[in-house]
Structures are given as C-alpha cells and as structure tokens.
C-alpha cells in the first residue's frame, strides 16, 4: 500500500511573516499527519525559516527548483547542496511553468534529476500536456518523451522513494480539473510504463500524483482512484484551512 503523499507548491508567493504565519495556522489545523506525507515548497527566501518552524513536525521541506552544478560561477541560480543545507528533503523538477516559460528541456530536467539524486534530495518530476497537445490525442506521446528522457541515465536504484507528479498543463491556474478518470487514464498509464522499464516492484511502490487546480472539493474523489497516490497542490496549499483538507481527504 502506497502512503498519501500531498505536496504544496506555492510557486511565487508568500513572504518570510506570511509563511510563518501559514505554517502556524496549517500546524494547528491538521496536528500530525502520520497516515499522509505532507511536503511543502515555498519560495528560497523562506526555506531556511520554515524548515526551523517545522522542526518537530511530521511535514518536510521542498524546493521549487535546483541547478545541475554544485557550485561556481551560476549567477541567480541554487545547488542541490545548498538546499539541502537549508534542511530540503524534496525538491520539484520540471514543473510545467519552468518547461513553457523559463524553457526547461527533457535534457536540463534530466540533468537537475541526477544532481538531485547524487546529493541525496527526493526529486517530485513533473509530466504533463498542453491542452492543443491534448486536443490532437498527444497526451501520452508528449507524456511518455517527458519520463523516458528525463529519466534516461537513472538507475533503478535511485528512484526507491522517488515521485512523479502528472500535472496536465491545461489544468494549472486556470480552474479546469481533469476529471477523476481522465486523470486515473494517464496515471495508469505511467505506472505501466514504469513496470515495463523498472519491473512491477520499483512500479508498485512509486508515487505518482496529480496536479491542477486540485482542491478539497475535488481532492477525496481524485485521491480515490487506484494509481493516484496524492496530490501537488498550486493555489490551495496557499491558504492554511484547504491545505490541511486536502492532506485529511488523502486520510
């Protein structure tokens, strides 16, 4: 049995007070979270005030984004070690917003992957289509490139507590949610794709997630198919008292 995992990305937002400040509230809230992974991912400037705010808490810490190279001459950019030393136990990569507007290729996720794995950080690696890539009955064409080059190179070994989020671009932002089954067809069809690339036990034992405009609304129904093991929440990880209903639904 896979565990819940439920993941805040807040992507531009939020500063050191107002993160704090969720944290309290989202603390309160739901208490312990023992039966669900819950990982949150605010902007660099808050990571090193909320990972000592949940310290003693059952919730981790992401990273939006990381370089390739550990150190040098990047301007503007962050290494897996120093996440890591911000006390990051997950990072995200590829997500859709670094794919279509800072121009992330399968090649720089790949690469980000890798140096996320050599220092020890869980990548959570975003998939997904566009809506005109969905229209031309693409999906699974533009899906399945994403996995087999972002993770080409990637030894099975690697990708023990690994995480996919399958997040169709069409449903970011924009209030459009893939319906529960629209989103269990693609999840099925990465976990199969894993079987037959890493075996059925490395396949069994991964977590893919589904990302796009999820809610609590929507949470409990999308959470109940067979292949949808959690959620990468945009916009409702934003405030406190949704999150935390989200997390519970994944109970």
Request: charged share 25%; hydrophobic share 40%.
């Amino acid at each position: 049995m896979r565990k819940p995992f439920i993941a805040a990305n807040w992507k531009l937002n939020n500063t050191v007070p107002e993160a704090l400040k969720f944290i309290t509230a989202f603390t309160a809230d739901l208490k312990s979270a023992t039966s669900v992974d819950v990982v949150i991912a605010p902007p660099f400037t808050a990571l090193y005030a909320m990972g000592e705010a949940m310290e003693g808490t059952d919730f981790k810490l992401a990273a939006q984004n990381l370089y390739w190279e550990d150190a040098g001459a990047f301007t503007g950019e962050i290494s897996a070690p120093l996440i890591k030393d911000l006390g990051c136990s997950y990072v995200i990569v590829g997500h859709s917003e670094r794919r279509h507007i800072f121009g992330d290729t399968d090649e720089m996720i790949n690469r980000r992957l890798k140096a996320a794995i050599k220092h020890d950080l869980i990548p959570i690696m975003c998939v997904g289509e566009t809506l005109e890539e969905r229209e031309a009955n693409r999906t699974w064409d533009v899906v399945g490139t994403q996995l087999k080059q972002g993770l080409e190179g990637i030894d099975v070994s690697a990708l023990v507590d690994f995480v996919i989020a399958y997040e169709p671009v069409w449903a970011i932002g924009t209030g459009k949610t893939a319906t529960p089954d629209q989103a269990q067809e693609v999840h099925g069809l990465i976990r199969n794709h894993l079987k037959e690339t890493y075996g059925p036990d490395t396949a069994n034992r991964l977590r893919i997630l589904y990302g796009g405009s999820v809610k609590p609304s929507n949470s409990r129904e999308l959470l109940g198919k067979p292949d949808i093991d959690g959620a990468l929440v945009g916009g409702a990880s934003l405030k406190p008292d949704q999150f935390a209903a989200i997390a519970r639904s994944a109970h």
